[in-house]
């Protein structure tokens, strides 16, 4: 039996277009719903999501990332505050009593008149696919365990399901989203962070107190599921009237990702493989022109990916090439020049980006005709291009963007101004299910959704508009 218990995968094509046909009310349009006009408030230090864990030289801002390239290695990180203490992590497999250790490395750093815990990173290695492993950090003085499971080995028709959350922040909104996110029943197995962490930088001096009470704040999910990173302009720290002039500092100090297992030579753009999925990260605020090493990084990445192995190719970034709000309007144009034809040879089935502080999914289109003087410079329908979901709507302390470009452009096909999380879960090599939750409903209820039908094994029309 194929998918949802049809055997013809012609009758799952149409079935799924139906239910993409249901949801026009809402397609093509911008949402009915309007949220209170609130401003977002960060909650004070003392709240409980910031709490620190007892004991002496506890490990706190516990946090894992993906190793490697495939899946079968996993970065843990952490910091310690009263001495450095040990860099080992203890780990086992859910049905093995054999436990075994890895060593990491320690660094600290200092920004203004901050000096930096002790950050630890260690690499856990040579892990069975599709496991759970229980973890221990903090060995000799204050320990605290952990668990995560690995994903099932890749291949092209291996169910697995992302959540995604951008621009989060530690707003009492953002708590909201990651609550929300923790119990949607759909239960995203890794989450997709498209950039803009703890917004520190938001504080006099760029207060990086304020990145060690988002690590903890985000813990409590960080620790048992890979996060995989994106990197916003939050996060550049870029201060040079107080004589921080090297970008990504405290970023790149805390949060690790496994750049060099897909060649690339620098944290900020990246690939791994999970499950029957190829994401690739990319980054908005390092140079990506001609003969940068993120644009020959790129170039070089596509043509590498298999869609008989991981059928399904997403890409991640921070700023949108599709925005129709009047907040960061056309930031990512140059991006969009450099990259889009690429995305379209390729066939790149979505494309999540934040920093606009709402909500946007657009069509399948395109704007790759454009050469100076043909004049040809509007987006068009494009079956081989991607769907551009922009998900910056966290709930940070800036708030909601809610100053629109009317009329609607035609390619966007719906937005809303509140915040929120998504879940992007695959079923087979053919079909996956798009659903965004908005925070002010039930954690189980859906305002977008969407059937997507893979660019490379079913390029049919999958729009949810009628006349996109």
């Not at 996993?74 to 992590?89: A, F, K, L, Q």
């Not at 901050?114 to 990173?121: A, D, K, L, Q, V």
């Not at 690429?342 to 909500?359: E, L, P, R, S």
């Not at 879940?423 to 798009?434: L, P, Q, S, V």
Request: aromatic share 16%.
């Amino acid at each position: 039996m194929g998918l949802l218990g049809f055997s013809s995968p012609l009758v799952v094509a149409v079935f799924c277009l139906v239910l993409n046909a249901a949801s026009l009310v809402n397609g093509g349009k911008t949402s009915s719903f309007v949220r209170k006009v609130e401003k977002a408030i960060d909650m004070p230090l003392d709240a409980d999501v910031f709490q620190v864990p007892p004991g002496y030289n506890a490990p706190q801002q516990v946090h894992i990332t993906q190793g490697d390239l495939v899946g079968k290695a996993v970065i843990v990180s952490w910091v310690t505050v009263d001495e450095p203490g040990t860099n080992t992590v203890v780990y086992w497999s859910e049905n093995s009593e054999q436990k075994e250790q890895a060593e990491g490395k320690v660094y600290t750093y200092k920004y203004y008149n901050y000096t930096s815990g002790y950050i630890h990173h260690c690499t856990i290695r040579h892990l069975e696919f599709n496991t759970k492993y229980y973890y221990v950090v903090g060995i000799g003085h204050t320990e605290r365990q952990f668990w995560f499971v690995t994903p099932p080995e890749v291949g092209p028709d291996v169910p697995y399901s992302f959540g995604l959350i951008g621009d989060l922040g530690q707003s009492y909104d953002s708590n909201v989203t990651l609550t929300h996110y923790e119990r949607n029943p759909r239960k995203g197995q890794t989450l997709l962070f498209v950039g803009d962490l703890s917004y520190a930088d938001n504080y006099p001096c760029h207060d990086n107190n304020r990145w060690d009470t988002w690590g903890r704040f985000v813990e409590r999910s960080a620790a048992y599921q890979p996060w995989i990173w994106t990197a916003g302009n939050h996060e550049i720290d870029f201060y040079p009237e107080i004589g921080e002039t090297v970008p990504f500092k405290p970023y790149s100090h805390r949060y690790r990702v496994p750049y060099r297992a897909s060649g690339s030579t620098a944290p900020f753009w990246y690939s791994t493989k999970r499950a029957s999925a190829y994401i690739i990260v990319l980054s908005s605020y390092s140079a990506y022109g001609k003969y940068t090493p993120q644009y020959k990084w790129l170039e070089e990445e596509l043509p590498k990916v298999n869609r008989s192995e991981t059928p399904w190719l997403i890409v991640l970034m921070h700023a949108p090439w599709y925005n129709s709000y009047n907040y960061h309007y056309m930031e990512g144009e140059t991006m969009r020049v450099m990259y889009e034809p690429w995305f379209v040879k390729y066939k790149v089935d979505v494309v999540f980006a934040g920093h606009v502080h709402a909500y946007e999914r657009s069509e399948r289109v395109s704007n790759i005709a454009y050469n100076v003087v043909n004049g040809l410079c509007s987006p068009i329908k494009d079956l081989s291009a991607p769907v551009y979901i922009t998900i910056g709507d966290g709930g940070n302390l800036e708030g909601l963007a809610t100053n629109m470009t009317e009329p609607q452009p035609a390619y966007s096909a719906y937005r809303e101004a509140s915040f929120g999380h998504a879940i992007f879960e695959i079923k087979n090599r053919t079909h996956a299910y798009y659903g965004w939750n908005r925070n002010q409903d039930g954690y189980a209820v859906e305002a977008d959704s969407m059937w997507f039908l893979n660019r490379f094994w079913s390029p049919i029309d999958d729009s949810t508009t009628a006349d996109s």
